[in-house]
């Protein structure tokens, strides 16, 4: 089985360019943490933002629930066709 990991930027994806604490959100850094942490499960990341939480809207959090909600169905169509219970909705 594969965990999928939804980024959506914040504190571990942070740049920091001066001491005054201004930063961009960079590229997600969950696979290299995994990587380093010689992680044996498969996994796939997605970044769905890049955006410090702080700085999230209600239109944000609406994506990111959408997303989840389109890869829990997906995932419960792929169980129940490995189960035999394939509906062809």
């Given amino acids: 089985m594969k965990i999928k990991i939804f980024t959506t930027g914040g ?5 920091y360019f001066d001491r005054k604490s201004d930063y961009q959100v960079g590229d997600p850094q969950a696979g290299g943490v995994l990587e380093r942490a ?18 999230m809207t209600d239109e944000d959090r609406s994506k990111i629930c959408e997303r989840v909600k389109n890869m829990l169905y997906l995932f419960n169509q792929i169980q129940k066709r490995k189960l035999g219970k394939w509906d062809h909705e």
């Fill in 11 to 15: 504190t571990i994806d942070k740049i």
């Fill in 38 to 55: 010689n992680v044996v499960f498969e996994y796939e990341v997605e970044s769905i933002l890049r955006k410090d939480s702080l700085d």
